[in-house]
């Protein structure tokens, strides 16, 4: 147990619909990162928020966006729903202690989404 | 633009043999962390080592061991004498030290390894 966690685990949808999808940081953590795993791209990274600001984006879709919560927890919102976004979304979370040090990151045990 | 191969999909060993899996990165940067994750069959990503350019020393930690060698920017990862508990699909990744370390992990395509008994 990495200690992130995220819910739901599992979401069905139809194309077009929003979804919500939540992730709690390790205690202490401030930095939180939202990944996307799908066959077609791999696991690829979408956008990091650190102590409530967005500080790094991936490739993130427009139709796609995230925030952090005073009490550190992150919602990732997807709207506009297609096809192609059925995935597995993970979360990690880190210390980040600046200064060029890249700390490690500790995933989620992931939200996989299927758009019907 | 940071990158990394993996250039094996898929290893099937019999338990108890040696496997090494290949990791190859590019960067630009000479500051950089490289990693390794496990997901097995589960689904989660279970982290495994991390290591920093500047420290080329290989590591072994229990039946897995890392080696590190800048000169042909490859991370490989071996699991000496391996088990079924192994199988899993492993990914090597890159993280570049910019903006006072804050990015995303560049990650690999995976090796799925396969263990048979």
């Known amino acids: 147990d990495s200690g992130v966690t995220q819910t739901p685990k599992h979401l069905i949808t139809a194309t077009g619909q929003r979804v919500t999808l939540r992730c709690s940081p390790r205690?202490?953590?401030?930095?939180v990162y939202w990944y996307q795993q799908s066959l077609d791209q791999g696991l690829q990274f979408l956008i990091q928020?650190?102590?409530?600001?967005?500080?790094a984006k991936g490739n993130i879709l427009e139709r796609f966006s995230a925030q952090q919560f005073p009490d550190l927890h992150s919602e990732l919102n997807l709207s506009s729903l297609e096809l192609g976004d059925s995935a597995l979304y993970f979360c990690?979370?880190?210390?980040?202690?600046?200064?060029?040090?890249?700390?490690?990151?500790?995933f989620g045990p992931g939200t996989r989404l299927t758009v019907l | 633009a940071q990158k990394v191969t993996q250039a094996q999909t898929e290893i099937s060993v019999v338990e108890k043999e040696d496997v090494t899996l290949d990791c190859v990165y590019e960067?630009?940067?000479?500051?950089?962390?490289l990693f390794w994750y496990k997901q097995p069959p589960s689904g989660e990503l279970v982290f495994l080592i991390r290591?920093?350019?500047?420290?080329?020393q290989n590591e072994i930690s229990g039946r897995y061991s890392w080696n590190f060698q800048k000169s042909t920017s490859s991370f490989n990862f071996t699991i000496t004498a391996s088990q079924v508990v192994d199988s899993a699909v492993y990914f090597c990744?890159?993280?570049?030290?910019?903006?006072?370390?804050?990015?995303?992990?560049?990650f690999g395509k995976g090796t799925h390894l396969i263990i048979q008994p």
């Open positions: 990690a979370s880190s210390v980040v202690a600046g200064g060029g040090i890249t700390d490690t990151q500790y």
């Open positions: 205690s202490g953590d401030l930095s």
């Open positions: 928020y650190y102590n409530g600001e967005e500080r």
């Open positions: 960067t630009r940067d000479t500051t950089y962390y």
């Open positions: 290591r920093n350019s500047f420290d080329e």
């Open positions: 990744a890159l993280s570049e030290a910019v903006g006072g370390g804050a990015d995303g992990l560049t």
